[in-house]
């Protein structure tokens, strides 16, 4: 087959020569991308000059190499006062300058509020630069103090690294949430030091195994972060070519400003912009009405057809301009048999579905007097003095029950869980396979010789610090020639950047390790130190299949409710050593997805792997600690309001609480999910789940034209077929038609423009949201100590739902 032309040259190194590969180099038929649902056919197209050409978007490759520069200044410093400064000051928190601090302390402050902020990438990407920009301008440069303070205009690499130091920072510590939990209903904190050790550690640990595996993770082309465009895209606008670059930077600047105005509407003044359904403005009483097409509030219904114009909701967990064609199809698959599924089984009264409301996450008691709704579970009820469960309770007062929705979800998640281990193996086995291909045995042999041995018995081996990371000649020439290997990070190797040797990774792994199994028994966590060997086997495992999937899709499966399951069998009646699991496993998980995505944003702004170790490594020590201080400061002073049910305006325990109730829940697993069992369908969903993908595969296999087989991703369908159990889903369907209208449209037919706006116009409308959100959260909704909402009107319906569907107090 004829391979795909490209329309403009292809970009160049400084030095003159040509970028080391090129977009679309391989045959459709044969590729291995194209099985794995990256591919998408593309028409030639006319560019807006009139000229005709044809460029293609078919496969990662395509988007890295033409969406971001393959050029590199190695002049560059991002070593300056100004990164260290921006990245960590403790002195300007509260000018939202500190950004690590800043990060860290929004993270933290918000698991204890009643609404939800997410310090996002290009909200710390834009005040970094502004805080940036007004240093270099403000800063004299008179004399060697001058010159170190102030060396130069504000440039590209600094701000990536300041972004990747406050990134790091800003995850909120989930074990800070279990020490909470232990405080406020285990009898007190556990020991200081143990606390805040285990603190550091279970934020590292994830980061230093994700960084063991970077050559499946991270160098690969097709490892290409979707999430990331966006952000590279405005550092580029912002420091590349500025004369060049004048008209996306306006273009930028007036999305910003647009939606840093409109937001106001939306989130204060005209609530029903979060969402409007015509169906409900038109039949206000019908609740049937306000469980299919309401969504506005939350747990109000599924949304179906409503329209929401609140940037806020709709990009609240990512914007749907970047999600990949593929991921957005097998995600709206999944989300029209969620609204079928969750109606069937309401108005079919599964599981006394109609005794409960429709969406809820609580426990439920149906014992006592027939209500429209029964009571919420009193879990105190089964629970020992020293709160471990109490068997002769469970037995007595019998295993809680869940709403329809809630063990759907269950369902749905639990064989995503094991349809993604099967997909991922048939469908992307050569993306993968390096991950484990060290357990080989001719590879066993070849480390079990002298030299091996001889070197680690050298004590200099063990001076990692002192470990240059420079890679031979012959190594060099391997990566260059290696067709797979992104070429952003071809550069970094052609450029002479020494890489962190994959020792420093290690040993952030066993220092975290040693840390952890002892910090363990010190704060008397109950996990034995045969479930924190168990938990690393199953993070290593998770890493690996659940990282490439969210590398390739930019799809993050969340595996909580999996990991407390499995915590629940694992350790029964042992609720503590549940959370914990729960934090060694999935947020290590996530916090090492989060790293290596902010890995890849450092190879595609071309700074260097040192330098990006150093920063990352201060932002998670540094917002573990600070974490760790918040988490205590707010326990402290706020007890009696975080053991309320109702909380206040300004602080709530529903997150702690959520975190201790659901490990009570998941301790009582046999009872409630085994087979025989009232919800027995949600451990069996997990053989389904493993056996379903199976059949695309064969069908694939004998019909491989038909593309439809490669391209459904059953872990990604059955996750959202669960996806409207809980939250606001007004923004739902929207959200669909705005990624459509870029990834299929645009992309097909507008490919140039796609390249040129489509993640520029993105990051302004993030950008813009996201600063309004916080100032509005300061400003009016309570973050700051005072709640001021605004008068209650036709468009602000704060006694009911906000978009008029009917409202039923029992069941919100």
């Not at 109606?343 to 409301?357: E, S, V």
Request: proline fraction near 5%; charge should be neutral; glycine fraction near 8%.
């Amino acid at each position: 087959m004829e391979e795909p032309k490209i329309a403009a040259e292809k970009p160049q190194y400084n030095d003159g020569t040509k970028a080391l590969s090129t977009p679309s180099t391989h045959s459709r038929e044969d590729s291995k991308e194209k099985d794995a649902g990256l591919y998408h056919e593309e028409p030639a197209y006319t560019d807006v000059e009139g000229q005709e050409g044809e460029i293609h978007l078919d496969s990662a490759a395509d988007i890295v190499t033409q969406v971001i520069d393959l050029d590199d200044d190695p002049s560059m410093n991002p070593w300056t006062f100004r990164m260290f400064f921006l990245g960590i000051s403790h002195h300007l928190i509260m000018l939202g300058m500190g950004l690590s601090c800043f990060g860290a302390v929004l993270s933290e402050i918000y698991y204890f509020k009643p609404q939800i902020i997410y310090v996002s990438l290009m909200f710390l990407t834009v005040v970094s630069y502004a805080a940036g920009e007004l240093m270099s301008h403000l800063i004299p440069r008179w004399g060697p103090i001058g010159r170190f303070l102030n060396p130069g205009p504000f440039n590209m690499k600094e701000h990536a690294a300041i972004v990747i130091m406050a990134s790091s920072a800003s995850v909120g510590a989930t074990s800070a949430l279990v020490i909470a939990a232990q405080k406020l209903y285990y009898g007190g904190y556990p020991n200081q030091g143990g606390a805040i050790f285990i603190t550091m550690a279970t934020q590292l640990i994830g980061y230093g195994m994700a960084g063991m595996m970077r050559r499946t993770l991270l160098w690969p082309t097709k490892m290409f972060y979707p999430e990331n465009l966006p952000i590279t895209t405005v550092l580029e606008t912002l420091h590349r070519d500025k004369a060049g670059n004048r008209k996306r930077m306006k273009v930028f600047w007036i999305i910003f400003t647009t939606l840093l105005v409109w937001e106001i509407f939306p989130e204060y003044i005209f609530t029903l912009l979060i969402g409007f359904s015509i169906f409900c403005l038109a039949d206000q009483k019908s609740l049937v009405f306000t469980n299919l097409f309401g969504g506005t509030n939350g747990n109000e219904g599924m949304g179906f057809l409503s329209i929401c114009l609140d940037w806020n909701y709709i990009a609240g967990f990512g914007s749907p301009l970047w999600l990949p064609l593929q991921t957005l199809t097998n995600a709206l698959i999944g989300t029209i048999f969620c609204v079928i599924m969750f109606m069937a089984l309401y108005y079919g009264n599964i599981w006394h579905a109609q005794d409960f409301p429709f969406l809820s996450q609580e426990l439920f008691n149906l014992t006592g007097a027939n209500a429209t709704f029964q009571q919420v579970y009193n879990q105190t009820l089964i629970l020992n003095p020293d709160n471990t469960i109490n068997d002769a309770a469970i037995e007595f007062y019998g295993a809680p029950w869940l709403t329809s929705s809630y063990v759907f979800s269950l369902i749905t998640s639990n064989a995503g869980f094991t349809g993604n281990f099967v997909h991922m193996f048939l469908w992307n086995y050569a993306e993968i396979h390096t991950g484990w291909s060290f357990f080989t045995l001719s590879n066993i042999k070849k480390n079990l010789n002298m030299t091996t041995l001889k070197y680690f018995l050298t004590p200099s081996t063990y001076f990692f610090w002192r470990n240059q990371g420079k890679r031979s000649e012959t190594e060099k020439q391997e990566l260059l020639d290696d067709p797979e290997i992104d070429p952003h990070y071809k550069v970094i190797v052609r450029n002479g950047y020494d890489e962190c040797p994959s020792s420093w990774y290690f040993f952030a792994f066993a220092a975290s390790f040693i840390t952890v199994m002892t910090c363990l028994y010190v704060i008397k966590s109950t996990l034995p130190w045969w479930g924190v060997i168990f938990a690393m086997i199953c993070l290593w495992i998770l890493m690996l299949f659940f990282g490439a999937q969210y590398a390739i899709t930019g799809f993050q499966f969340n595996l909580s409710n999996t990991m407390q399951t499995i915590a629940g069998y694992c350790f029964p009646r042992a609720p503590v050593a549940n959370m914990y699991f729960l934090v060694l496993t999935f947020n290590s998980l996530q916090q090492g997805q989060y790293l290596l995505r902010d890995l890849k944003l450092a190879q595609q702004t071309k700074l260097s792997p040192k330098c990006t170790f150093t920063t990352q490594v201060i932002g998670c020590v540094f917002g573990a600690i600070l974490n760790y201080i918040m988490m205590q400061s707010i326990v402290k002073a706020q007890t009696p309001i975080l053991l309320s049910a109702e909380g206040t305006p300004i602080w709530s325990g529903a997150w702690v609480q959520s975190t201790n109730s659901n490990a009570i829940a998941w301790s009582m697993a046999p009872e409630m999910f085994s087979f025989g069992q009232r919800y027995q369908w949600v451990s069996a969903a997990y053989f389904f789940g493993f056996l379903l993908p199976i059949p695309f595969y064969i069908m694939h296999r004998i019909f491989p034209n038909q593309r439809v087989w490669s391209y459904l991703n059953l872990s990604i369908i059955f996750w959202y077929m669960g996806y409207l159990v809980v939250g606001s889903n007004s923004s739902v369907w929207i959200y669909f038609v705005i990624g459509f209208v870029g990834q299929w449209y645009f992309r097909t037919y507008r490919p140039q423009q796609f390249i040129k706006w489509n993640y520029l116009v993105s990051a302004g409308m993030d950008g813009g949201t996201q600063v309004m959100v916080f100032l509005l959260s300061f400003a009016v909704a309570g973050a700051s100590g005072a709640s001021r909402p605004f008068p209650q009107w036709w468009g602000n319906n704060a006694a009911g739902n906000a978009d008029h569907c009917a409202y039923n107090d029992a069941s919100e």
